[in-house]
């Protein structure tokens, strides 16, 4: 459409009109306004991807450590899961899951878990006397594995999950997936 004048007659005066349409520098400031917004609002996009990854991986944590802790409150008060051994405070059980059988296998530390292996984690058990709870309303006195059964009525299961996904062999506290920070849940048990 080009934009000269023309003349439109509606019976009594002449008067002139100019053609609708935009110049080149309408449109190149346009397009400068339109870049600018595009420019400030992409960092939000990538921001709330990656938050929604970390977000979708911190739930699957808490899921994996949630099914152990319904494993444990499960099983009776003097099950041999749940049972120190004399001469210890805590009980601590460290697996990894294997991604073949789907099933949590134990190992000692410091062996390193395979690298298909997707979560570790620890479980620590710890027993109290009911009088440890209530005198301040703290569990900071751990009863000794050599306890008889009347002497202990309360036993703290603690199960930590960590993430073992994007793993370089140097440590490093994130990888391909997002930060790797291990979830801690944990439940009282009484007698």
């Given amino acids: 459409m080009r934009n000269e004048p023309t003349i439109i007659m509606d019976g009594r005066r002449a008067r002139w009109h100019r053609a609708a349409g935009m110049s080149l520098v309408e449109v190149l400031v346009s397009l400068l306004i339109i870049s ?10 990538s921001r709330s991807m ?14 994996v450590a949630r099914s152990a802790l319904e494993e444990y409150l499960q099983l009776d008060f003097n099950a041999p899961p749940l049972t120190l051994v004399a001469g210890s405070t805590q009980l601590v059980t460290t697996q990894y899951l294997d991604p073949a059988t789907q099933r949590w296998v134990t190992f000692v530390l410091p062996a390193v878990p395979p690298a298909a292996a997707r979560y570790q984690r620890t479980i620590q058990v710890q027993q109290f006397g009911s009088a440890d709870l209530l005198n301040d309303g703290n569990l900071d006195t751990p009863l000794d594995g050599a306890k008889s059964s009347d002497e202990v009525q309360l036993k703290l299961v603690r199960v930590t999950v960590t993430p073992l996904w994007g793993r370089t062999g140097t440590g490093a506290d994130s990888g391909l997936f997002g930060k790797r920070t291990p979830v801690t849940l944990e439940v009282l048990k009484a007698v």
């Fill in 50 to 63: 990656r938050q929604n990854r970390e977000g979708g991986n911190y739930t699957e944590l808490t899921n």
């Fill in 36 to 45: 600018t917004i595009a420019v400030g609002i992409l960092p939000l996009f």
